[in-house]
Structures are given as C-alpha cells and as structure tokens.
C-alpha cells in the first residue's frame, strides 16, 4: 500500500528553476531515506540526491549548488529544487524511498530542459 507520486516535471529553459515534489503515503516516512534518482533514455538511472531522516544530504557532482533536496515529514512530502537547470538535466526524475532494507519507488516525472 506504500506509493510514492512525483509531480511538478515539465518544460523549462536553461537557466531556469523547478521544484520536483514527491507525497509518500503510509506511515513509514519519518523513518526513511528519502532520494531523488533520475534516467536519461538510453542511459542508467543515476542518484541525483538523497536526504536521511535525520536530513543529512547526499547530491551527485552534477548537481551540487545547483538543486536542494528537502523533507517535510508533517506533509510527508520530499523536494528537488532545482536551480539554473542545464540541457543534461533533462531526464525522468524519481522519488526513492529507503526503509529496513527495501526500495520503494514512484512512476517517475518529466523534466525537459529545452529552449
């Protein structure tokens, strides 16, 4: 019964800012691991960033001082901030969730960067 839904993908131009959000139902939320991964067509799915349940964060070089990742645990919902976004950007973005040893994963959002 545990689903992860992402929202929030969509066009946007280089230069240009996103925020990803992902709502996690069930109970387990406080407790998890919460990341955001991402999959170009052709290539493999890649950390993008991470974020433990006591908010240390992860992010891939590519990335860092570039997107921010976040929780609120009331809402349970997780974010991507995404800043002065760049073409390679352009990927599906999923939402991982990590608890006593097992993955959970959501259906994945667009995000294009294109001008």
């Known amino acids: 019964q545990v689903q992860l839904v992402e929202s929030g993908g969509g066009l946007v131009q280089p230069g240009g800012s996103l925020r990803l959000s992902c709502a996690a139902s069930?109970?387990?939320?406080?407790?998890?691991?919460m990341g955001w991964y991402r999959q170009a067509p052709g290539k493999q799915r890649e950390l993008v960033a991470t974020?433990?349940?006591?908010?240390?964060?992860n992010y891939a070089d590519s990335v860092k001082g570039r997107f921010t990742i976040s929780r609120d645990n009331a809402k349970k919902t997780v974010y991507l901030q995404m800043n002065n976004v760049v073409p390679e950007d352009t990927a599906v973005y999923y939402c991982?969730?990590?608890?006593?040893?097992?993955?959970?994963w959501g259906q994945g959002t667009q995000v294009t960067v294109s001008s």
């Open positions: 069930g109970s387990f939320f406080r407790t998890s691991a």
């Open positions: 974020i433990s349940s006591d908010l240390i964060t």
């Open positions: 991982n969730a990590y608890r006593w040893a097992h993955n959970y």
